[in-house]
């Protein structure tokens, strides 16, 4: 199965860097999204890590350790609308079947404040 | 441009009704999820498909189906709604393996 673990809820302030940490065990692990979701709206794609390292896309950063089955999500000069559910979800894949499944964590709010 | 759509985006139904909800995308994707969010739980897989005329069940898919009759839709069916059914409920698209792009969200409140 899979589990994969994020802190509930994060409060930082504009302007500030944030990091927002993710843990996992998995199976069939084929790599791992963040996505954004403000209240009330659907979740949007932020990155996407297969291999170890990290990505940069502007003001947000995504890193990833397969070994130690971690993750984080940076976000650099925060903004006030900045202030969303950031959910970390893994990708498996069933060898046999040829299937990709997505497992989201439940997500972590952060508060972005003046 | 390119879309996914959910209707209704709000549904009120009583215990043991059917109700089906829509999922139209236009990316022209292959694969189709249906995940439901709960707080406490995020968002939960219900059932996916890769492709006409396969369908699979997720995490919850109790009480759910789904029928995959062309590349544009897949529509999701609770039998004899529940209580324990009332959610926000997301279809997603992708492209194979690529990430999923999700629609607007039905909430659903079974009474």
């Known amino acids: 199965g899979q589990n994969i673990d994020q802190p509930t809820e994060m409060t930082a302030t504009e302007g500030a860097i944030v990091q927002i940490n993710c843990t996992y065990q998995t199976s069939g692990f084929n790599g791992l999204f963040w996505y954004q979701q403000h209240a009330g709206e659907a979740p949007t794609f932020l990155s996407y890590?297969?291999?170890?390292g990290l990505e940069e896309k502007g003001r947000f950063s995504s890193f990833l350790s397969r070994s130690k089955g971690y993750s984080y999500l940076l976000l650099k000069e925060l903004q006030m609308k900045d202030s969303a559910s950031y959910l970390c979800?893994?990708?498996?894949?069933?060898?046999?079947?040829?299937?990709?499944?997505?497992?989201f964590g439940k997500g972590t709010k952060l508060s972005v404040i003046p | 441009d390119a879309e996914i759509t959910q209707s209704p985006r709000h549904k009120i139904t009583e215990t043991g009704r059917q109700v089906t909800l829509a999922c139209h995308q236009t990316w022209n994707h292959n694969n189709m999820f249906w995940y439901r969010q709960d707080l406490g739980h995020g968002l939960r897989l219900i059932h996916y498909s890769y492709g006409v005329q396969d369908t699979n069940k997720g995490e919850v898919s109790d009480g759910y189906s789904v029928s995959r009759s062309n590349t544009e839709d897949l529509p999701l069916t609770l039998e004899s709604a529940a209580s324990s059914q009332t959610s926000v409920y997301f279809c997603a698209s992708s492209d194979r393996g690529h990430e999923q792009y999700f629609g607007p969200g039905t909430r659903l409140t079974v009474t």
């Open positions: 890590n297969v291999l170890d």
């Open positions: 979800a893994v990708r498996s894949v069933n060898s046999g079947a040829g299937s990709y499944q997505l497992t």
